[in-house]
Nanobody
Framework: QVQLVESGGDLVQAGGSLRISCAAS????????MGWYRQAPGKQRELVAD???????NYVDSVKGRFTIFRDNAKNTVYLQMNSLKPEDTAVYYC?????????WGQGTQVTVSS
């Protein structure tokens, strides 16, 4: 088991930047991957970015070149740096940790981008 706590969500203007964080209650080294998902009103939850235990990163096409996922293993924290934000990035962002067939979720943090 692990508890994931997201923070950093805010209201920002289009073109702005924001960094959100996901703090885990224990070491994240044992997880196969850590990721960020988002869910906008009326839409399905989608994977935004993930990072494997080996450091490989994967991004959804719509955020490539704008978002960066990175991890600080010493702090048991995963971050999502979001630049050049667009109104369509507005969503609740959820942290995810995966180990084998088990998935763990945080409670989410709201990111709102105004036009």
């Amino acid at each position: 088991q692990v508890q994931l706590v997201e923070s950093g969500g805010d209201l920002v203007q289009a073109g702005g930047s924001l960094r959100i964080s996901c703090a885990a209650s224990r070491s994240i080294l044992g997880f196969n991957a850590m990721g960020w998902y988002r869910q906008a009103p009326g839409k399905q939850r989608e994977l935004v970015a993930d990072i494997s235990s080996g450091g490989s990163r994967n991004y959804v096409d719509s955020v490539k070149g704008r978002f960066t996922i990175f991890r600080d293993n010493a702090k048991n924290t995963v971050y999502l740096q979001m630049n050049s934000l667009k109104p369509e990035d507005t969503a609740v962002y959820y942290c995810n940790a995966q180990k084998l067939q088990s998935f763990y979720w945080g409670q989410g943090t709201q990111v709102t981008v105004s036009s």
